[in-house]
């Protein structure tokens, strides 16, 4: 489904770029669960963010090829990717706290995504938005439509998260450090929800982390990256067995 193959990126600085991924190539099937593995800075969320186009302004693509069920998206126009992103492939960012809107209800940010890739509105993207609070786990899901993520708990906002990923029912879950900011409890929770969801829906999942704990928890392979590299790939089994 996804297929990732010598992706080169950098960030620029001085003058010069500086060389943040160099050369990593995995793939992704329908339904499967790879997690990339690796310490803070080695470039895992750089990665994501270069699959969904979503580099900060300093970021450069340097090379290689990112396509889904065959497309290649790095050379798609902007135009374009932005009816990939929410609807075909989406993201659950790694701080819920700084990712959602503060001035908007959680109703309003879940229907932009209906909106925008299902064409819902009215009663019909309010009975969706309400199946979708429901799906995550949120009690009184009414009430919720219409608060604002400062009125949310950790573990609350990261359910919202996931709903607005979840929204436009994308093939692709890339899921970028989503327990870091919770407490154990709540990270279970969060685990079994995405297992759930995956299983249901038939998604394939890029688990972005660095909890040997999350990764034996959730994945089926494992791709550990380190400066930049992807330096090991292997099945769960294999990983942990040596």
Request: net charge negative; proline share 4%; hydrophobic share 50%.
């Amino acid at each position: 489904m996804l297929k990732v193959d010598q992706l080169r990126l950098g960030f620029t600085a001085g003058g010069r770029t500086l060389v943040a991924v160099d050369g990593i190539s995995f793939a992704i099937a329908p339904g499967e669960t790879f997690a990339l593995l690796g310490e803070s800075g080695c470039g895992k969320s750089a990665t994501a963010q270069a699959i969904m186009r979503l580099l900060p302004a300093a970021g450069r693509l340097l090379g290689g090829s990112v396509t889904l069920h065959g497309e290649e998206l790095l050379s798609l126009p902007e135009a374009d990717m932005r009816t990939v992103r929410g609807a075909r492939m989406a993201m659950i960012f790694q701080e819920p706290a700084t990712s959602l809107n503060p001035v908007m209800t959680v109703g309003d940010q879940i229907g932009e995504v209906l909106e925008r890739h299902l064409k819902l509105r009215g009663p019909a993207a309010t009975e969706r938005m309400l199946e979708l609070l429901r799906q995550v786990g949120i009690a009184d899901p009414e009430r919720r439509l219409g608060e604002y993520p400062f009125l949310l708990s950790g573990g609350m906002k990261q359910r919202v998260m996931i709903a607005i990923a979840l929204a436009g029912e994308p093939d692709l879950l890339i899921a970028d450090e989503p327990t870091t900011a919770l407490d154990v409890t709540v990270q279970a929770q969060i685990l079994d929800l995405l297992a759930r969801l995956q299983a249901e829906r038939g998604m394939g999942m890029l688990l972005i982390t660095h909890d040997l704990g999350v990764v034996a928890r959730m994945a089926q392979r494992i791709g550990v990256m380190y400066a930049g590299e992807l330096v090991e790939v292997a099945s769960r089994e294999a990983f942990f067995g040596s």
